[in-house]
């Protein structure tokens, strides 16, 4: 199998919600830049429909039936408004598909609470919400990740880029491009309060993935998903360079409970601050290759610093090198 679990060369997409705006405007950019990833869509009474490259069903079954598409169906996309989200995602494993991303945003917190408690029951994988998907650049792309042009951003190579945002992930992995690493996978797990896939979930999937040569995690201020991951690579399960930034320092002299950016990005009773993130992972980085970059364009220098070796020659030119060197 070519490509991670998130995305590989056997990946067969239904998008659910398909003749949304957003969701048509997708799976039409998605079948341009890799044609055949998207196998079915589904929205109910919009079954037969010819408005989208691939065919439309009136309900999931229907789908996963049909003779032509229903086998190469495994992977499902969700765009459907956020109350109807948790019937959509048990339709899907009720329908046996196993790796499911969320792109809604504001999943009720009681909803995607029984969300998770089914993904951890079945096995499943499920990234979101809202998550704007995965790219794999020698395979493809679920959701909008990259935009129309993905290769500004992506070329093939060997680290992984996760975050919680999807447009954070893409600069990374452009920032990265320029300096010469490519990417294997970049994935933004959704940064709902409650996220079904953690940093953690990431690193234990691909830590015996020969194609990963190390990993820029981007974190931020709330929950635990740092931490869990900190946890992982102190224990030694994890043993691949990682490279981390952790944004929202700033957020500490503001009030607890105030929420900056993404839905899970609050931080209360003391829990959550970007300080306690980065202490664990400094703490990791001590006896493993963890390092924490203090601004976020330091990210570079840490994966270097890691000996985490270039894919493609730094196209950047020497009198920028290194970069933002005056911020301070």
């Known amino acids: 199998m070519k490509g991670p679990v998130y995305l590989n060369d056997k990946t067969g997409v239904v998008v659910i919600g ?3 705006r957003e969701a048509s405007q997708v799976i039409r950019e998605s079948e341009a830049l890799f044609p055949g990833i998207v196998k079915a869509g589904v ?4 079954g037969g429909s010819t408005e989208l490259p691939v065919p439309v069903f009136d309900t999931l079954f229907q789908a996963v039936s049909d003779p032509k598409v229903g086998a190469l ?3 499902a ?3 459907v408004p956020p109350v109807s989200v948790l019937d959509a995602v048990m339709e899907c494993l009720d329908s046996g598909i196993k790796v499911i991303y969320i792109i809604t945003e504001h999943v009720p917190i009681r909803d995607s609470e029984i969300i998770y408690q089914e993904k951890v029951r079945r096995g499943a994988v499920i990234v979101g919400g ?3 998907g995965c790219f794999v650049p020698s395979v493809g792309r679920i959701g909008a990740i990259g935009g129309k042009d993905p290769s500004i951003a992506f070329r093939a190579g060997g680290i992984v880029v996760i975050s919680k945002s999807g447009g954070l992930t893409v600069t990374t992995a452009e920032m990265f491009k320029r300096r010469g690493w490519g990417t294997y996978c970049a994935l933004a797990i959704g940064g709902d309060i409650i996220s079904n896939t953690t940093y953690a979930d990431v690193l234990m999937e691909l830590k015996d993935d020969p194609n990963v040569k190390g990993v820029v995690m981007l974190g931020e201020p709330g929950g635990s998903y740092e931490e869990q ?3 992982l690579i102190q224990s030694g399960v994890f043993k691949k360079p990682v490279a981390a930034f952790i944004s929202g320092r700033f957020q500490e002299r503001m009030p607890e409970g105030v929420a900056f950016g993404h839905a899970g990005a609050i931080v209360e009773r003391g829990m959550g601050k970007a300080s306690d993130k980065i202490s664990r992972l400094e703490a990791a980085g001590k006896n493993h290759p963890v390092k924490v970059a203090f601004y976020y364009h330091e990210l570079v220098s840490a994966i270097e610093s890691l ?3 270039r894919d493609f020659e730094d196209s950047t030119a020497a009198h920028v090198k290194p970069l933002y060197s005056t911020v301070g």
């Open 130 to 132: 809202t998550s704007l």
């Open 18 to 20: 398909a003749t949304g």
């Open 307 to 309: 000996g985490v070796p």
């Open 43 to 46: 929205t109910p009474g919009k």
């Open 229 to 231: 991951a900190a946890e």
């Open 73 to 75: 169906i495994n992977t």
């Open 77 to 79: 996309l969700i765009y």
